[in-house]
């Protein structure tokens, strides 16, 4: 993976939601949905910006007590499962990313305590792909939703 390349979200496949620092990602296309934990949706916030994996796991790096190489192995292990599940997808040259990099400077007052950096998770659920890619125009019977056609019907 090129640390300078940026990504976009694969919309509008894959819609996501952030609700007290835990996002919810679903791929409409596989059915499978998804759960970040707090770092995880850091990342996932500045991948949607455009943000290239370098500037990110400087940002990340600023911002958490831990190893910079175990920091940058698990953010480029966090991203390229992004990438394998076709969460998003590389910016084409030329696209327009915003790019711009979020660094919280690290303070120096001694009373302040960065948290310990934890690997990003990426949990995949796939309990529902049934429902989610159900079309429900035209894969129903004629009672409607929510139940599904059967070949003889």
């Known amino acids: 993976m ?18 007290d620092g835990e996002t919810v990602i679903v791929n409409l296309d596989s059915g499978n949905y998804y759960s970040l934990d707090a770092i995880g949706a850091e990342i996932w916030d500045s991948v949607g910006k455009g943000v290239p994996v370098d500037h990110i796991i400087k940002d990340i790096s600023g911002r958490y007590i831990g190893d910079r190489q ?9 991203v390229n499962e992004l990438l394998q599940d076709a ?11 915003s790019g711009a990099v979020h660094e919280t400077p690290v303070k120096s007052t001694p009373t302040e305590v960065l948290p310990d950096f934890k690997a ?17 125009i035209h894969e129903v019977d004629d009672t409607g939703w929510p139940n599904v056609k059967t070949e003889n019907a």
């Open 120 to 136: 990003p998770t990426l949990q995949k659920y796939s309990d529902m792909q049934d429902l989610l890619l159900l079309d429900p």
């Open 70 to 78: 175990e920091m940058d192995r698990a953010v480029r292990l966090f």
């Open 87 to 97: 969460l998003i997808s590389p910016l084409e040259s030329g696209a327009a990313g």
């Open 2 to 19: 090129d640390t300078l390349t940026q990504y976009r979200i694969n919309s509008p496949k894959v819609i996501h939601e952030t609700i």
